[in-house]
């Protein structure tokens, strides 16, 4: 047995990750895809982002930017309370101030969080429909509320749900964990704690809606412009077909916009009613209480090793909440990434009167990171072991979460071996704390395994047109990690053209449909559907051409712009003279569309993507203060598409994984059921001055049959492994692990006195 | 956001006139990047916003034979850029350099620094009427209070955000002030009061009244001052705890020091124990240590907020040895 699925209503944006990932099989593929024998000419090179200036030189149009003829702006109006009844609403009022044109009711019965939305306006300006809110009479009965975990799982708390608050959604077995305790020399229990993290955005949420009859065009800054658009007719009770979602840039989602929002409904459902445009822009403030979270994690592991560094048993209890929603499966890589037979998990819900999770990038695999990997450097000082030898000894080949199954591929040693070279592993204090003085250094490493398949039934199309321009179109988003460049540089390769030949259509649900761009699914998803049309636009150029160099088309090569002969290569014919010719010959005069569809990878093998970062960092004893001097970032990853975009992921990755393990915070208070920091004053992100040297790095193996390409994902595995390796280069520092992020200086200082007791 | 009108007066007395039948009704602004984050957020909702950059000639920094004045006006970008601030009153270069960013140093003012409002997220949150908002309670007496205050708490236990205060206090620094009874000249530590005085007030200003101009008297022979400012982060961070520190060092002895800690109290916090115990000494670390234990012992933490003595002492003892 592998899961449990406990609840009956199960979040969707959890399910998008569980189900798509794990427990998905996708269609054999006809003939299974052998891409190790592609050269590549521009794929696989740096590619600077074809919309690079349009974007840094403030062009590039943005959900925020969208201004449209009548439109009007759209406010909501949320629960003061963390739990309260509505016992009525009068949003009669509003109409008698100027302006307003639309007011509806949004809640009845029970808001379980403060910031639940009851009531939206439209009005012709945001300051009107500001002061519209202030003439909706709402009368609560404020109910009790638990709003930290602590509290949630007190005896007798609140219920927050129908429901008990702590509640087990997930358990595993395998092998016979008491005798695998039994087999070890050692055995150490430890707790780690990772905090609620709020996904902040650069953009705010937002939408734009606007009805032409019964047709409904809506711009939103979202990562999954169809799953908006079936979201919309799901609320809205009328055909996806009617139904137009459109996104053209957006600055960052990271899992928070997965989905329809109710705030995207509420500005259809306003603009129905005033027959005008309506916007809804989400505050600062907003975005920290109802549009999602990273689910805190409170993790207990205990695990058995013997003295060579072998693992004999793992056990992991893990509680973690999601406010009103549910917690993340933490337990992914105690379950996967390292060979141990004897493996346990229990997990468990606590409900707290907060707003609902959503993934966030990697979900559950950052906290659950953080855990098992200070565990097993805790694990290692105590065997007397190199932490890194420790984690190579227990190096698996198969998944063993999934029924034993090999990976496809899997490059982690090499990962290893050029990230220990790269940052000087010998450096590092061989006993932890070992050095003196007030400012101390230490070196830490952690690993990581994420997914990073595509999704089986993404469509894309090449189009070429009768003067030789050409389009690559898939109704895909590029969620900032350069979707568009590489459609362009795949297209172009196969065509034997320049990326900037190409013109590139996305964010329009009218195009060929595509997945929402979460879990690190884009690239393994849109790239061998724009290969495979782009392969087939390819088959037509090389037919047409054979017959002008009188040879098959498979001995017909195409190379920069030109088709040739491979067996003599004398004998060619350019890009453009063969359009050219064809056309004046009548043979193409009409725009022709290839088709492409990525339908999925060979069952029998497990497809993951690996990686390990090491951190140094420098800790003042005295102030607990911990500065982040470098990481560096090495992923397997399958076959490297663009090398510049993909070391921004790992950048970016590591940017947000600094923020993680010294930083971010949300913090809820007891007594008022609000968030006491819903603004970048206290809610702390790291700025540019605590951001380390980064160097990135890329295993370019190309995986045998993952897609025709052979590319895995790239979004979140960089934002898995930096808060463990921080956090495991401060323990290697001072000599003892926080065993908490963020690593405050209170936090630090703290387990210095544990230190002392120790 | 309530509608506000703006008033654009053309010299100072005019603001005293105008706001004299408006009480409470009015907000005088300066840099306003305070004063509209309040206005925004909805914690105060005033009639008329005064901006006070309208009149001319409040931004300067003159040196004259008894010291130095410094308009209300100019900016924390100026004061922190200004040669002789930086060569004289090195404690005030620090503080004023520290302040967030460029962008709000560029638009903060030196006389605004010193009148901004606590940034305790009780008082910040809209929907919370704590007691400085004239409500019956301290929400972080109990609450979440990491970052509050350690001493001179009470009724209310915001700490004085401000960095240019500690700073100007331990150069002696004295401060102008236009009121309709006439203007005066006060020693800036006499400018802030404890919640005890007046809870929903962080100093003695009047509606009526304005803060002009920053005096600080000639620095005298090896007079040496720093400010140390620690902080979360790399960088735009109010100070967990911050400490000026002020005198004529000679062969590691202290003839006389000012030290005044800053993000522990409701007001910048003078050391006067620790002072006494340091002075005359040789200074060594521990000596340091053990003065500002002394003068701490009566501090009350709350909850989570005891890990801010320990940075006392250390922030403290690290800034007073960089003067030696």
Redesign the interface.
Known sequence: MRKKEYFADSEEASLLYREEFRDMKTEEPEVAPSPEKDKFEIIGKSTSRIDGEKIVTGRAPYTHDIKLRGMLYGKILRS?HACAEVISMDISQVQSLPGVKAAIQLKKGRVTY?GEQVAAVAAVDE?TA??ALKLIKVEYKSLPFAVTEEKAMEEGAPQVRKRPNVQKFNEYTRGNIDKGFKEADFVLENTYKTAVEIHHPAETHGSVAKWEGERLTVWDSTQAIFGVRDGLARALKIPASRIKVIKHYMGGGFGSKLGINDYTVAAAMLAKQANKPVKIILSRRENSLCVGNRPSSLQTIKGGVKKDGTLTALYLKNYTSGGIGRGDYCSEPVVDLYKCPNVQVEEHSVFTNTGASRPTRAPGHVQGTFALEGFLEELANKINLDPLELRKKNYSTKNQGDKETPYSSKGLNKCYQLGAEKIGWKRRNKRPGEGNGKVRRGLGVASQIWWGVGRAGTQADVKLHPDGSVEAICGTQDIGCGTRTYMATITAETLGLRPKDVTVKIGNTEYPWCGGSGGSTTTPSVAPAIRDAALKAADYLKKMAAEKLKAKPDEINITKGKFSNKNDPVQSIGYKKLIEELRKERKFRREKVFHGEYVGRPSGFAYNTFGAHFAEVEVDV????V?VLKVVGVHEIGRLINKITAESQIIGGITQGVSTA??EER?M????G?V??P?F??Y?I?????IPEITPLIVDTVDPRINNLGAKGLGEPPRIPPAGAIANAVYNAIGVHVREIPM???KV??ALKRKEVD | ???FKIAEPQTIDQVTSLTIDKKDKYKLMAGGTDLLAEIKDEIIEPEVVVDLKSIPDLSYIKKEKNGVRIGALTSLARLAEDTLIKNEYPALHEAANSVASPQLRNMGTAGGNLCQRP?C??Y??P??KCRKKGGGRC?AF???N?YHAILGGGLCYIVHPSDLAPALIALDAEISINSPKGNTTIPLTNFYTLPKINVRKENILAPNEVLREIKIPLIKKEEKSTYSK?I???????A?VSAAVKGTVSGGIFRDITIVLGGVAPVPWRLTKAENIIKGKKITEDLVRKATREALKEAKPLE?NG?KK??AE??LYRAVLSLL
């Open positions: 003061p403060a300051k500001e002061q005295e102030t607990g203060k500065k010294l930083f913090i208070d007891n007594t008022t609000n006491a920091n603004n004053r206290d702390k790291a700025t540019s001055l605590d405050t200086p209170d200082l703290q | 956001m309530t509608n940034r997220w009780y910040r949150d929907q919370v929400f109990r609450g979440k990491k620690f979360e982060r790399g960088t735009w961070d109010f967990i989570e890990y320990e940075l250390i922030v």
